[in-house]
């Protein structure tokens, strides 16, 4: 590529951010400043995952449809890590549960140490299978009644172990290696094969995280919720009770109670850019390091490069759990935003698709691409329910106010950004399928 | 000996072209008459296969036309080239391995509307042993087998030019005389026979016509046996 | 012995019955998937959304027909609705084919390409269903409600426990064995069936006995649609119809087809009950079963259950995973290609 056509692309990708921090500021002047950092710290956290997505489609062709999953171990992270101990919950049956889990592990551990090492024949099978099943009951001997005992305590309020209180932001750390833990284990069972069985495989991990998430209370409360998390930044409220934010308030000539919210979302936003800049500055260099182009040449021709003697597998199980990591993080700063942990919000299709969305219109194996595809995508992802309205509304013009079509329709309008979404992604795949900021 | 091109009924001449990248075929000519067999023999990466592919309208000739009957077919579709008469053998996958024989040929007469009965029936008696083993599937057959399924589903068509790339790879040379055999009875029923053949030597005992060709280009072209005996020939492709 | 007996009416009530069920229209679907796989080479990731629009169009139609009073009693209106669910679903499929996926055919995309495409079609799908139906719950069965109830089983058998055999359940067994014959012969008897066989087994050689892909592509929607809303139906007849349930069979529909042998029409049927019968088994609470076994008066104090209900789809994975481990072809699976 000439340096000029090059320099004129980074132009243009230059105009595109530009454009974007306007539409923010639009929001920002016409309708509130609250309302535009609220969007633009969810702009960040999906840049963020769509970062992550983008290291495993982008660099690798890797389909991962279970983003969501990752997402919400991130997010479970953030709430084990941040909450208090609950003691009597551990009194009562942490006890009970750690030996549960301590089963289950010792059962996995020998049944892969029999099935790697035992003589292969009938005898081994009845070992596994011995070993399988006799673990699993006697998890269970130990699980249930530790279970039962964890969620009698005070079920109002805990119910639940409760975390390690420790500060949240260690969460997000925490919430990279999770993911990348499991996503080691589905990795080693499903690359190498097909990449439509990494596909499947990645959809059921994720549903079975947001199953488990849901249902098993002692862990996190299911579905029952966890909030009030402890925030990495101030409260409004302390904030406005403070003479020097009074005095600032004062100076900016607004009321304390407005500007501690928007000050409160700068903060965010400050940490969520410094995580972003640094998963950017990281995934460039990878991009651009002998490892990232020797990825690239994976994805542009595996039979080539599985001639000249790459590990292509073991590659793949590298950025697959890289990419799901950077997934984790989002989810814990995500959880973090919220301030809550809510299993029943995670639909694992759903979001898993947005971010797709956002790394395709983006412009895959691109990391700008991925980032702006971010910024965009979840502009569009809010802004489309009033478009969703305006065009029902266009649409049904002709009918009657009371008519029931016309009725259906707009209270249906919320549909439209699903609608929205699928038509945007057929259509860049077809005539823009490089995006907006393309791989160079 | 003087070639007169009127008598080709398949005729490519003057091809060019390649996948893409530089040319593979550099103007050369090959022709195919009715009831003869013509073999096209040269070194490995000589053109040989690609030719084929550019006669049958697998490959994008930048230069050059082919001609099937008189009239001009350069623009048209393999699966047109089909219905005009032209059926190609090709060297690797050139059979469904998860059908049976029987539904291997009725594949190959897939274009032809009305009884078949009669033309599985020579298939059959050119290949007996395929009429025995009609209901197993062409994947659990041996290598000779596979070619004869191979070659039979390429005659259901009924075609008029049949095109073979390299029959006899990977078969015994038992099986290998035995489908020369074969394919000399399929000319001596006014099929033109064109193929591309490896085994040089025994492919051009018993050729009509034989072209070598080196870099794309036609560097001889006369009688098998007449190929045979041109010294140059022998030294460069046959061995000695 | 009376135990022995109860036992095993208890478990074909709670297991085996609703498990057949279950298990043919995860096969209808499997197989659905496994032909869009064997011929346009990609893993449909639409194929809930198609079975759910299919449901929807036939729901439409059976509702206008109970308002006009039609009726096919005992039998569900929505039997007759059916065809009529089925063409609209054919003619979605056929035009999506023609706007979206036709153009990759022609690009040679790579499968991975268009299985996102088939994601983007499948949230365009699951938005039309909800703009026209809406998401929640949508009920549409009439008829007679069983073939026996339990009370009758009872009463004619004079076992303490019953079998109770919905009409629903015995109607989705029985038209899972109908079109699963018809599509068998179609696929080994007939020239067209036989083509398609031809094109997923050696598309290039297809291309040189003169089979036109487009043909085959489109009767590959066609079955394939006409497969994904008897399966929709069935499903929607047998339990509800509520979109959302559509998208989760998604995973037990590929673990099914995979277990089987992408590609193979046999291994998704096999597939298919494998799955079924493996979540109802693996959920069922087996407390009174082992009740009537056990010697004398007592019965377990917890509920016997392996696995609560909430983590069937756990089930699924589970079997796909083990598939993927031991044979990752699938259990009739030819060579990977």
């Known amino acids: 590529m000439s340096p000029v056509s090059g320099w004129r692309e980074n132009l243009r990708a230059v105009y595109m951010f530009a454009f974007m921090f306007v539409a923010l500021a639009v929001v920002g002047v016409f309708q509130s400043w609250s309302l535009a950092l609220a969007i633009l710290n969810l702009c960040l956290i999906s840049a963020v995952m769509s970062l992550g997505v983008n290291i495993q489609w982008g660099y690798a062709g890797l389909f991962n449809i279970g983003i969501m999953g990752f997402a919400a171990l991130g997010g479970v992270t953030a709430v084990l890590v941040s909450i208090a101990p609950v003691p009597a919950a551990w009194e009562a049956g942490g006890f009970g549960v750690i030996v549960a889990l301590a089963i289950s592990l010792a059962t996995i551990l020998a049944a892969v140490f029999v099935a790697r090492r035992a003589p292969a024949g009938i005898p081994r099978k009845v070992l596994l299978a011995f070993i399988i099943i006799g673990g699993f009951f006697l998890a269970r001997a130990f699980f249930f009644p530790a279970v039962e005992a964890i969620e009698a305590v005070d079920p109002t309020i805990a119910g639940f172990l409760g975390g390690l209180g420790l500060p949240i932001l260690l969460s997000w750390v925490a919430g990279g290696l999770l993911a990348a833990a499991v996503a080691w284990v589905i990795g080693k069972i499903a690359l190498g094969l097909r990449t439509d069985y990494l596909a499947i495989a990645t959809l059921g991990i994720s549903e079975i995280i947001i199953a488990v998430l849901k249902n098993e209370d002692w862990l996190a409360r299911g579905v029952k919720n966890v909030s009030g998390l402890p925030r990495p930044v101030p409260y409004e409220v302390d904030l406005q009770q403070t003479l020097w934010f009074q005095d600032w308030a004062a100076r900016l000539g607004v009321s304390p109670v407005e500007i501690s919210s928007i000050f409160v979302k700068l903060c965010y936003a400050g940490l969520f850019a410094i995580v972003l800049l640094v998963v950017l500055w990281l995934s460039e260099r990878a991009l651009h390091s002998p490892w990232g182009r020797m990825m690239r040449a994976i994805r542009d021709n595996e039979i080539a490069a599985s001639a000249m003697g790459k590990d292509i597998t073991g590659r793949h199980l590298q950025v697959f759990v890289l990419g799901s990591a950077v997934v984790g993080v989002a989810g814990a700063m995500l959880t973090t935003l919220d301030g809550q942990f809510t299993p029943a919000s995670y639909q694992p299709l759903r979001f898993t698709f947005i971010i797709w969305v956002m790394v395709i219109v983006g412009g895959s194996g691109n990391n700008w691409g991925a980032v702006l595809g971010g910024f965009v995508i979840w502009f569009f992802w809010i802004e489309a329910e009033p478009i969703g309205l305006w065009l029902m509304d266009l649409l049904t013009s002709g009918l009657a106010q009371d008519s029931p079509i016309r009725r259906h329709l707009m209270e249906s309008a919320a549909h439209m950004r699903l609608m929205i979404m699928g038509v945007i992604l057929l259509l860049v795949l077809r005539f823009s399928p490089r995006g907006l900021i393309p791989e160079r | 000996m003087t070639m007169n091109d009127s008598e080709d009924y398949l005729l490519g001449e003057n091809m060019t072209g390649g996948y893409g990248g530089p040319d593979i075929l550099n103007g050369c000519t090959i022709g195919a008459r009715s009831g003869e067999i013509t073999v096209v023999v040269g070194p490995n990466g000589s053109g040989k296969s690609t030719a084929m592919k550019a006669l049958f309208g697998m490959l994008g000739m930048r230069e050059g036309t082919v001609r099937l009957g008189g009239e001009d077919i350069t623009g048209l579709s393999p699966q047109d080239r089909v219905v005009r008469g032209m059926s190609l053998v090709p060297q690797t996958g050139n059979v469904f391995t998860s059908m049976t024989v029987e539904e291997n040929l009725e594949m190959g007469a897939f274009i032809r509307e009305g009884d078949i009965a009669d033309t599985m029936g020579r298939v059959f008696d050119l290949f007996p042993v395929l009429k025995e083993k009609r209901r197993q599937l062409a994947g659990e057959l041996s290598g000779g087998q596979r070619q004869q399924v191979a070659v039979g589903r390429a005659l259901m068509t009924r075609p008029k030019v049949l095109m073979l790339d390299e029959p006899t790879a990977g078969v015994s040379p038992i099986v290998m005389t035995e489908l020369f055999e074969q394919i000399l009875y399929i000319a001596g029923d006014g099929i033109a026979i064109l193929m591309v053949e490896q085994n040089a030597r025994q492919a051009l005992s018993i050729a009509d016509r034989g072209y070598v060709l080196v870099q794309g280009r036609n560097r001889y072209t006369d009688t098998g046996p007449a190929l045979m005996m041109n010294t140059e020939v022998r030294r460069a492709f046959l061995g000695g | ?337």
């Open chain 3, 1 to 337: 012995m009376d135990g022995i007996l109860n036992a095993l009416i208890l478990l074909s009530n709670f297991v085996i019955v609703p498990a057949m069920a279950y298990g043919s229209q995860l096969a209808l679907g499997a197989l659905a998937v496994t032909l869009i796989y064997a011929i346009l080479r990609f893993s449909d990731f639409a194929q809930g959304d198609t079975m759910a629009f299919g449901a929807m169009a036939t729901i439409l139609l059976t509702w206008a027909l109970q308002y006009w009073g039609v009726s096919i009693a005992p039998l569900p209106t929505a039997l007759l609705a059916l065809p009529f669910g089925v063409l609209c679903t054919i003619a979605l499929c056929l035009l999506i084919d023609r706007w979206v996926y036709r153009f990759y055919r022609r690009v040679k995309a790579k499968p991975e390409v268009l299985m996102i495409v088939s994601v983007g079609v499948m949230f365009v799908y699951n938005s039309v269903v909800r703009l026209i139906i809406g998401p929640g719950d949508r009920w549409f069965v009439d008829g007679e409600r069983f073939i026996i109830t339990a009370p009758t089983f009872k009463r004619l058998s004079g076992f303490s426990e019953g079998v109770a055999f919905k009409t629903t359940q015995g109607l989705t067994i029985l038209m899972a064995i109908i079109v699963v014959a018809a599509l068998f012969w179609f696929l080994n008897r007939t020239r067209t069936g036989k083509s398609m066989r031809a094109y997923s087994d050696n598309e290039d050689l297809a291309l040189l006995s003169g089979i036109d892909p487009e043909r085959v592509v489109r009767t590959t929607w066609f079955i394939a649609a006409t497969l994904a809303t008897i399966a929709g139906v069935m499903y929607g007849l047998d339990k509800s119809f509520k979109p959302f349930t559509y998208f989760n069979l998604l995973l037990p529909i590929f673990a099914a087809a995979i277990v089987g042998g992408l590609g193979n029409p046999l291994g998704a049927i096999v597939g298919g009950f494998t799955i079924a019968f493996s979540e109802v088994a693996l959920t069922y609470a087996y407390r009174k079963f082992v009740g009537y076994l056990a010697p004398g008066d007592w019965t377990p104090e917890g509920l016997v259950q392996l696995l609560s209900t909430d983590y069937k789809f756990a089930v699924s994975f589970v079997i796909l995973v083990l598939v993927l481990l031991l044979r990752p072809t699938g259990i009739f699976g030819r060579r990977s290609s």
